[in-house]
C-alpha cells in the first residue's frame, strides 16, 4: 500500500466512525436523513462502480430494489430476518446475471431503454403472482428492527461497497472496465472478454441495490409495488452519481450528501413548491459544475498544487 | 464573471425566500403539523379528501379564537409538509415536525402504506395518531402494537362483505339474477379486495361469470368492458382506484353495459364522478357514502365548498374532519398539551362530530360506512356498521343515450 492509499483509508475509517454515531446524538430526525444518506450513498456508489468507468446508464436499481423488500416481506413471518438477506443476495445476483447476459451486448439508449422497462416488468410479474395466488397483496413487515439498526446496517454495507470498488479499481478487472469504457472495440481486440467483465460489475451493483432494499423493508412495515418498485428511485441514484462524479469512487457520496440535505431544507422551507424550486437548483447545477463536484474538487485540487 | 454573478444573485435570493418563510414564533399558538402528498400517485385524492380538510378545521378553530386550554385559549400554527407520496419521506417529515418544529399535535398521515409506515415513528415519540385513510385487515394486529394509534374506516373484511350483501339483498328482493362480473386493478388494494371477494359471493349464492384484473395505470379498458358485457352480467363490481373508476364507468356507458348494480370502488364519491358522468351517476355504487342530509353534514359541506372552495367527498372528507374534531375536544377536554393525557381521553370518551358520535373500542371506532349510491345530487350511504339514515337502495337505470 502507497502512503496516499493509507491516508485515505484512515480518513474513510474516521468519517465512517463518525458517521455511525449519528444515532446516539437522539436526534430522531438526523437520524431519519442519516437514513436516506446511506441509502442513496450505497445506492449510488454501487451504481458507480458499473456505470462510471463502463458509461452504462442504468435504471434497474429500482428493480432489484424492489425485490429485494418484496423477498422480505413475503418471507418475515417465515424465515429469520438474516436468512432472508442471504436469499435477497442470490436473488439479486441471480438477476443481475441474467439480465446481464441477455443486454450486455446493448449498447448506449438501448441499454437504457431496456433497464428502465425492467422494473416495471418486474413490478407486474410481482402484482400478476400476488392476483393468480391469492394472497394479498399489502405485506405486512411488522418487526422490532428499529431505526439505528437499519442505520448500522446500511453504513456496514456501504463499508463493503466502497472495500469491494477499492479492491475492483486496483485489480484487472477495474483496468478492463475502464478500457471497455474508452473504447469497447479497442478492448475486444487487446483480447478482453467485455461480456464477463461487464456481467461480473452489473452484478456486483445489482446484488447491493437488491439488499439495499431488503434492509430498509423494516422501515416502511408496508410494502406494496406502487412503493416498492418506484421509478423515481433509480432516477434519484443516477442524478446523485453524476452530481458527485461517476468516475470517481468517492464521487457519489460528495453528491448524495448535499443533494439530500438542499433537497430536505426545500421541501421543509417550501413545501408548496417542492418540484419547481427543485428543478430551478437542478438548472444552476447543471449550468455551475458540469462534470460533477469530484470533478470540481479536483480541479481545484490541481490548481492548488499548481500554485505550490 | 457574469456566470458568478447569476449565481450568487440567484443563490442569495433563495437565502432570503427561505428566511421569509420562517414561521411567525409565537408563545400563544398550538403548533399543529400536517404531511400528506402534494406531489405524486396519491397527490390527487389527497388534494380532496386531506388537504381541504386541514384547511377548514384550522380556519374554523382559529375563527372561533383557538382551541381553549387552562392557560386560555390559543390559536392553531400549522406546519405542514409533502410527503411526495414516498413512505422514507413520511417517515421524516413526521421526524421532522416533532424534533426540530416541535409541534404539539401532528395530523395522521393520508393513505393506508402511510399510515402503517408512520405508525411506528408515532408511537415512538408519543402523539396520537388518529388515521382515517386507512382500510386494513390488520387493526387489531396494529392496535396491539402501538397504543397510540386509531382506526375509522373499517377493515377490509367488512369493505367486501357489505358489498355481497347489498347485492345479495338485490338478489333476495328478485331485482337482480346472480350472475356478477367482477373486475378490479391488479394493485395492492384491489386484489386484496378481489380474493377477499370471490369466496363471499359464491357462499351468497352468486356466480361469478367474469373475472379480470387490468394492470394500474391502463389506458384503455374497453376490452374489460366488452369481456364483462359478453358475459352476460346481472351485477357488475369493480374494486378499482380513482383513474380507473372514471374509465370503467365512462367505457361501460359507451359500450352499453347496462346492470341494474354497478359498483365502483375508490372515487365514485368524489364529487368530480358526478360532474363527470351527471344523470348518468344515478343508481351507480361505491364505496363509502354518509347521509348527507343530517343538519351537522349539511353545514359541514356548506362550510367545505365556502372555506376551500371545493365540494366535499361523500365518504372519508367527512370522516377526516370528524377526526380533527375528535383531536380538538380531547385537547381542550384535558386543557394541556400533554399528549399522553389526550390519547389516553381518547380512548376513553365519547366525541361528538359532523359525523355524528365517535367512540373508540380498542382504538377502532366501529360506526362507518361502507356502500353508497348516487341518488339525485347527492351520495346517499346505503349500508352502514352503527350509522343510522341508510337510504333505500334503487336499481340503476339504463345509460342515458
Redesign the interface.
Known sequence: MTGAEVRNFAVAIVLFALAALIPLTG???W???G??IA?YMVLSTSWALFSGPTHYISLATGAFYGIGMYVVGLGIEILPYPVLLLIAAVLGAALAALVGLATLRLSGVYFVIFTLGLAELIR?LV??G??TQ?????L?V?TDISEPMIYWQLLGLGAIVYLLGWWINRSRLGFALRIIGNDEVVAVHSGINTASAKIILFVVSGTVATVTGAL?AP????I????AF?P?LSFLVVIMALLGGAHRLWGPIIGVVPFMLVW??V??????Q??L?LG?CFL?IV??IPHGLAGLVEKYRARARGAF | MFRRTILSTAAAGLVAAALAFQPAQAADTIKIGASAPKTGPLAGGAATTQWPNVRLWVHDVNSRGGLKLKDGQKKIELIEYDDRTTPGEAIKNIQRLATQDKVDFILAPFGTGFTIATAPIFNKLGYPQLAVSAITDKIPALTKRYDNIFFMLGSTTTFTNSVVDILKKMKDDGKIGKRVAMVNVADAFGIELANAARPVFKKAGFEIVYDKSYPLGSQDLSPVIKGAKASNPDAFVAWSYPPDTFALTAQAKINDLNVKAFYTAVATAYPAFKGKFKADAEGILGAGGIDPDTPALKEYFKRHKEVTGKDADYWASAVTYASFQILEQAIEAVGTLDRKAVTEYIKKNEFKTVIGPVKYDNQNSARYWTVGQWQGNKFYGVSSRGRPGAKAIIEKPAWNK
Open positions: 436526534s430522531g430526525y437520524l431519519s436523513i437514513v436516506s441509502t407486474q402484482n400478476w400476488q392476483t391469492g394472497s394479498s397483496s399489502g405486512y411488522l430498509l422501515r416502511l412495515s408496508y406494496e409495488s406502487s412503493i418506484s423515481m430536505d431544507l421541501t421543509a422551507k417550501f413545501p408548496n417542492t418540484t424550486v430551478i444552476l449550468y455551475a
